[in-house]
C-alpha cells in the first residue's frame, strides 16, 4: 500500500501537548498518532490505527496458535451477572454503571469473567466438550482514579482477554502454561524489554498469578528481583520471610517504662538507650509501631478498626496494605474515631488494649512468637519494653503490609532485593472455580456425575501496548517503531522540487508497493527540513531519500534507529529494502 501525506489525515505538532506526562504520549500526540478527547478517552488517527491493528495482529496471532477461539461480547451489560458474583459492588466507584430507558441497571464491562462463564455454561455439557480456550479483543470501560498518560492508563482501552475452561487442576495448569509461552512469544515479536513477576501473595501462592511488566522507569509499578536468583515479584505479592519462632523461656518479663518527651521512633529509641536502667541499645527494629486504620467490606456501611503493627524501622506501604485487605475500603482514623474510642491512646496504642477492646490486630510476619518488642503501654508518655509475641499478646494474623526494601533478603532464600519500575502489559490468572461456582458451570463425567469447571483468566493491555512500545522506543528526534508494529515498511522522502525527483520517488514506490512492502510517500509540497523533522517524529524504520542523487543514479537509505545512511544505487535499492522488510 502507498500512503500519500499529501492526502494523508494527519497533522504532526512542534509543541508538545500540554498535559503529557510521560514522553511516549507527548511523541504520540505530536506525530499524530492520537488526540485526547475526555480524560483516558482518545481518538486514534490512521497512523495510530495502523500501529493499534499491528499490535492486536500480533496478539491474535499467538492466540490462534494455542488453539483459542475468538469470540466478542457487547461492552454493554446486565446487572444481572456482576451481581451475582459480587463484583457490581466488589468493582466500586472503577465501574461506569448506568441505566437504561426502563430503568434497568447496566454496566460498561471492565472485564467479562461472568460472560465467558455464562456462555460456556449456555453452549457445552458433556466432558467430553473441555477443555476450551477463548478469547475476545475488545473495548473495556473503567473509570479509573488516575487516568494517565495518554492511552497507558484509560478509561476506555483495548484489552485481550482469554478464558480457559478445564476439567481439573491439571488441565488449568496446561491452559496456564499455554498463555504464559504465548505471551512470551507475543511481547518477544513485539520485541519489548519485560520482566514476569509474581502477582499475588497468600492463599492463591505460587505460580497462580503472574505479571508481565514492561521495563519503564515512568511505569507505575514497582517490582524487586533478586539479586541472585530468578526470583521477581510485584512489591505487592512479595511474602516476608518469616523468622522461625523462638523459646518462651527464659525470656525478660514486660516493663512500663515512664518515657517523657519521646514522639518519635527515634527519640524512643534514644531515650531507651541512654535514659533507662536497661543497659542496651535500641534500635527502631525493636519497636513495633502500631497503625491505627478502619475499613470496609464492599457493601457494608459499618466500618471496622483494625490495628496494624509493623517493625519501626519500616514504613506502612499503602499498595500493598490495600492489596493485602482487598476487596475491602481502608482508611487511617481520624479524630472522631479517636474520641470515640478512649482506649485508643493516640501516641502510645500497644497490643494489650486492642486485644481487650476486641479491635482486630493483625502484625508483620516478622512478628513470631518469642520476639520482644517496644510498643506503646496504652497509656500517656509510657512504652512497654520486652512485650514478647505469643506470651504477653496473641495477634489476629500476619499481614503484608510493610514496606519492602532494597537489601531485604529475597523470599526464596538467594541473595537480596533491588527495585525497578514497570507497566503491567500482561497477567495470566489460575482463577479457579469463582466464577463456576457463582453459576453452577458442571459438566457431566463419564460416571454420570457433574465435574465443576476450573478456570483461568488473562489479559493482555492492547492498546496500551501501542504506548509501552512508543515508551520502549524512542529517541530525541521521535519515534523508532520496531518493524512488527511500524506503521509502514519505508518512508520515502521526496527531496526535492524537480519534476523528475518525484517521478522516480513515485516509481520506487510503485515498485516496492508490488513487491508487498507498505511505503509511507512524503510528496507534499514542504522543505526537504520540515519532511526529514516530521519523517524522524513519526519513526518509520527505514528512509528512503529520494533527492539530487538520483540524477547521478544514487538514492539513500536511513535506517531510523541508529541513524546509518547509506547512498545505494537506484536500480538496486528495491531488491535491498524488500529483503530488509522481510527479514
Ligand atoms: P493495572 O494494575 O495497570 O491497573 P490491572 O491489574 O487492573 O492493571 P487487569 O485487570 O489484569 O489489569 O487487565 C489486564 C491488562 O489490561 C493489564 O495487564 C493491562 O495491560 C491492561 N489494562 C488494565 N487497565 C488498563 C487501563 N486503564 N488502560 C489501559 N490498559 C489497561
Ligand atoms: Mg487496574
Excluded at 500512503?3 to 505530536?30: C, G, I, N, Q
Excluded at 503493627?309 to 493485602?324: H, S
Excluded at 501516641?347 to 506503646?376: C, E, F, H, M
Amino acid at each position: 500500500m502507498i500512503t500519500r501525506m499529501s492526502s494523508l489525515f494527519l497533522r504532526t505538532l512542534r509543541e508538545d501537548p500540554a498535559d503529557a506526562e510521560v514522553p511516549s504520549h507527548k511523541l504520540l500526540v505530536r506525530a499524530g498518532y492520537v488526540r485526547r478527547v475526555a480524560p483516558g478517552g482518545y481518538s486514534w488517527l490512521p497512523l495510530g490505527l495502523r500501529v493499534l491493528r499491528n499490535v492486536e495482529r500480533v496478539v491474535r496471532e499467538e492466540m490462534d496458535a494455542i488453539g483459542a477461539q475468538e469470540i466478542q461480547f457487547p461492552a454493554l451489560l446486565p446487572r444481572e451477572p456482576y451481581e451475582k458474583t459480587g463484583r457490581w459492588t466488589e468493582y466500586g466507584d472503577s465501574l461506569f454503571r448506568l441505566k437504561d430507558r426502563k430503568g434497568a441497571d447496566y454496566l460498561l464491562g471492565p472485564t467479562h469473567e461472568e460472560l465467558f462463564a455464562l456462555t460456556v455454561k449456555g453452549e457445552y455439557s458433556s466432558y467430553k466438550d473441555y477443555p476450551v480456550v477463548l478469547y475476545q479483543i475488545q473495548t473495556k470501560y473503567r473509570d479509573e482514579a488516575r487516568p494517565r498518560a495518554g492511552i497507558l492508563r484509560g478509561r476506555e482501552f483495548v484489552m485481550k482477554d482469554s478464558y480457559s475452561f478445564d476439567l481439573d487442576d491439571a488441565g488449568l495448569a496446561h491452559s496456564y502454561q499455554l498463555h504464559r509461552d504465548a505471551y512470551i512469544k507475543i511481547f518477544d515479536r513485539l520485541g519489548l524489554e519485560y520482566v514476569i513477576v509474581a502477582a499475588t501473595s497468600g492463599a492463591m501462592g505460587g505460580s497462580a498469578s503472574e505479571e508481565f511488566l514492561a521495563v519503564a522507569e515512568t511505569g507505575e509499578d514497582t517490582y524487586v528481583r533478586s539479586t541472585e536468583s530468578g526470583y521477581a515479584a510485584n512489591v505487592e505479592a512479595v511474602v516476608t520471610p518469616a523468622p522461625p519462632a523462638r523459646p518462651l523461656d527464659g525470656l525478660a518479663e514486660a516493663q512500663v517504662h515512664h518515657t517523657p518527651g519521646t514522639p518519635t521512633i527515634a527519640t524512643l529509641v534514644e531515650y531507651l538507650s541512654t535514659k533507662t536502667d536497661l543497659g542496651r541499645a535500641f534500635t527502631a527494629a525493636d519497636t513495633l509501631k502500631n497503625v491505627m486504620l478502619k475499613i470496609r467490606k464492599p457493601g457494608a456501611k459499618e466500618w471496622e478498626i483494625l490495628g496494624v503493627g509493623v517493625p519501626g524501622d519500616r514504613e506502612v506501604d499503602q499498595k500493598r496494605l490495600e492489596a493485602a485487605l482487598e476487596p475491602a475500603e481502608v482508611a487511617l482514623l481520624e479524630e472522631a474515631d479517636f474520641t470515640a474510642n478512649p482506649f485508643l491512646v493516640k501516641g502510645y496504642i500497644g497490643p494489650k488494649s486492642l486485644q481487650d477492646n476486641g479491635v482486630r490486630y493483625l502484625v508483620d510476619p516478622r512478628v513470631v512468637t518469642g520476639t520482644a518488642w517496644v510498643t506503646g503501654a496504652d497509656k500517656a508518655d509510657h512504652h512497654v519494653v520486652d512485650l514478647v509475641a505469643g506470651r504477653d499478646f496473641t495477634p489476629d494474623g500476619t499481614i503484608e503490609a510493610a514496606e519492602v526494601r532494597e537489601g531485604d533478603a529475597s523470599p526464596d532464600g538467594h541473595g537480596t532485593l533491588v527495585a525497578a519500575r514497570g507497566i503491567e502489559i500482561g497477567h495470566i490468572f489460575q482463577l479457579g472455580r469463582k466464577y463456576t461456582d457463582a453459576f453452577e458451570v458442571d459438566a457431566l463425567g463419564a460416571d454420570s456425575k457433574p465435574i465443576r469447571i476450573t478456570m483461568g483468566s488473562y489479559g493482555v493491555g492492547v492498546s496500551r501496548l501501542v504506548g509501552v512500545l512508543a515508551e520502549q522506543y524512542l529517541d530525541e528526534l521521535g519515534l523508532v517503531w520496531p518493524r512488527e508494529v511500524a506503521p509502514a515498511d519505508v518512508h520515502v522522502v521526496i527531496a526535492g522540487k524537480d519534476e523528475a525527483v518525484f517521478e522516480g520517488a513515485e516509481k520506487l514506490a510503485a515498485e516496492l508497493d508490488a513487491a508487498g512492502v507498505s511505503v509511507l510517500l512524503d510528496d507534499r509540497k514542504a522543505t526537504p527540513g520540515v519532511k526529514f523533522a516530521d519523517a524522524e517524529l513519526i519513526g518509520v524504520p527505514t528512509i528512503l531519500v529520494v533527492g539530487r542523487g538520483l540524477a547521478k543514479g544514487v538514492v539513500e537509505v536511513k535506517d531510523r534507529a541508529s541513524g546509518d545512511r547509506a547512498d545505494v544505487p537506484v536500480d538496486e535499492v528495491v531488491a535491498q529494502l524488500v529483503k530488509l522488510v522481510r527479514g
